[in-house]
C-alpha cells in the first residue's frame, strides 16, 4: 500500500472519529459474517458507530488526535466503536452484548485519551453516567440550601402555627 493511500485512510479515520476521545477497541472477527452483521445494525439504531480498522493506520490516526495508544489493546484484529451520550453509556451497551455472544471480546477502550484495558472498561460500565453524576451533584449543592432554608422556616413556622391557635382559641372563648 502506497504511503498516500495510508494517508488517505489516516485522513478519512479521523474524519470518522473527528474529536471523540471515548472509543471502544473490540475484537468481533471470531464472529460469522450474519452475527457481526446484525449486531453492527443493532448498534447503528442505538447510535453506536463500529469501524473496522488496520492497527498500525489507526495507531496513527489516534496519535494526531492525542490519544494514547501503546499497550497490547491494538494487537489482532480491532473494531473501533463510539457513541451514545457517554462512554459510560457505551461501556454498558457493548458489555452487555460481549455477556450474550461468546465470540465477542472487548479488547479495550481509550477514555478521554487515555488508554484502558478490558478489565477498566467492566469497572466503567459499572459507574454512575454523565447524567447521574450530574443529578448526585447538583443534589449536593442544593442540599445546604434546603437545610438553610429548613431552619429559616422551622421556628417561624411553629410561631406562626401557635399564634394561629391562640387566635382561634380566644374567637372561640368570645363567642361562648
Not at 15 to 36: F, H, N, P, Q, Y
Not at 105 to 120: C, F, H, N, P, Y
Amino acid at each position: 500500500m502506497s504511503k498516500v493511500v495510508k494517508r488517505m485512510m489516516i485522513d478519512d479515520l479521523r474524519e470518522k472519529i473527528g474529536d471523540r476521545r471515548d472509543l471502544l477497541v473490540l475484537d468481533t472477527s471470531k464472529m460469522d459474517a450474519l452475527s457481526d452483521n446484525k449486531l453492527r445494525m443493532e448498534l447503528r439504531a442505538k447510535g453506536i458507530t463500529l469501524c473496522t480498522v488496520k492497527n498500525s493506520l489507526a495507531r496513527v490516526a489516534l496519535r494526531e488526535g492525542d490519544i494514547e495508544t501503546e499497550g497490547s489493546v491494538f494487537a489482532g484484529p480491532s473494531v473501533l466503536a463510539w457513541g451514545c451520550e457517554d462512554v459510560v453509556a457505551l461501556a454498558r451497551e457493548l458489555v452487555s452484548y460481549a455477556k450474550k455472544i461468546e465470540k465477542f471480546e472487548i479488547k479495550g477502550a481509550t477514555v478521554d485519551g487515555q488508554l484502558v484495558d478490558s478489565k477498566g472498561v467492566t469497572a466503567i460500565s459499572k459507574g454512575p453516567s454523565r447524567l447521574e453524576l450530574i443529578g448526585q451533584i447538583s443534589g449536593l449543592l442544593l442540599s445546604p440550601g434546603a437545610k438553610l432554608a429548613g431552619a429559616l422556616l422551622g421556628p417561624g413556622g411553629t410561631i406562626a402555627g401557635q399564634l394561629k391557635a391562640m387566635s382561634e382559641s380566644e374567637e372561640g372563648g368570645d363567642a361562648a
